[in-house]
């Protein structure tokens, strides 16, 4: 089985653009969680979504938006880029929404903003 | 914000040496996870401790878990090159699966 899959692998935007990284959890999983991890830190939680409803948000502008579609895979839309938001984002899915459940990550979508 | 705080946040080992990282917390947890990274690509979950539990085996891993000192540990036995990575531990509050990871330690281990 495919494991989690995010696109694009890199990215590098300029400042005041848009982008939007694509996310398709495991076959059968219905939570989608998106993290930012800047250089040398642990990742931080941004958005999480369950059967096509945000369940939890981080503390993160309005820039930062996420949905999720009806075959569970997820966008995450960043708006008028700025230089902080270079970093890995990751993406993780997990069957159900409670706790206790392991959750798998994506390889990561490398941005760069310049 | 960072929930937890691990330490130490860089180790350098010999192969076949035990490896320990510690993790501590500020809340209270439902439970308490260790994942690997390596060379800043996607997580991999290592193992997952409920905050009723107070050690729990994979493998050549050993975590530990004290509620009453908000801590946890992580032991690698017999370490391998192949260990070399980040470790980083992740707190569940909510019991919702949104984690709160920790700023991790490096590992290297030496052939």
């Known amino acids: 089985d495919a494991g989690v899959t995010q696109s694009p692998t890199h990215l590098i935007k300029t400042r005041g653009q848009h982008v939007t990284l694509r996310c398709s959890p495991i076959s059968g999983h219905k939570s989608v969680s998106w993290y930012q991890q800047v250089l040398g830190q642990g990742p931080q939680f941004i958005f999480q979504y369950y059967e096509k409803e945000e369940r939890g948000r981080g503390n993160f502008p309005d820039r930062f938006s996420a949905r999720q579609f009806p075959n569970y895979s997820s966008e995450l839309n960043v708006n008028a880029l700025l230089l902080g938001d270079s970093a890995l984002y990751l993406c993780?899915?997990?069957?159900?929404?409670?706790?206790?459940?392991?959750?798998?990550f994506g390889p990561g979508t490398r941005l760069t903003v310049l | 914000s960072q929930q937890g705080e691990e330490d130490p946040q860089a180790l350098s080992i010999q192969e076949g040496e035990n490896a320990t990282m510690n993790c501590s917390y500020k809340t209270s947890i439902n439970n308490l996870q260790w994942y690997r990274q390596n060379s800043g690509r996607g997580l991999v979950h290592l193992i997952l401790i409920r905050s009723n539990e107070r050690e729990k085996h994979s493998g050549r891993l050993r975590v530990t878990l004290d509620t009453s000192k908000k801590s946890s540990s992580l032991l690698i036995t017999a370490s391998r090159a192949a260990d070399t990575a980040s470790y980083f531990c992740?707190?569940?509050?909510?019991?919702?699966?949104?984690?709160?990871f920790g700023q991790g330690t490096t590992l290297q281990v030496k052939p």
């Open positions: 993780a899915s997990s069957f159900r929404l409670a706790g206790g459940n392991e959750q798998f």
């Open positions: 992740a707190t569940d509050s909510s019991n919702t699966g949104k984690l709160i």
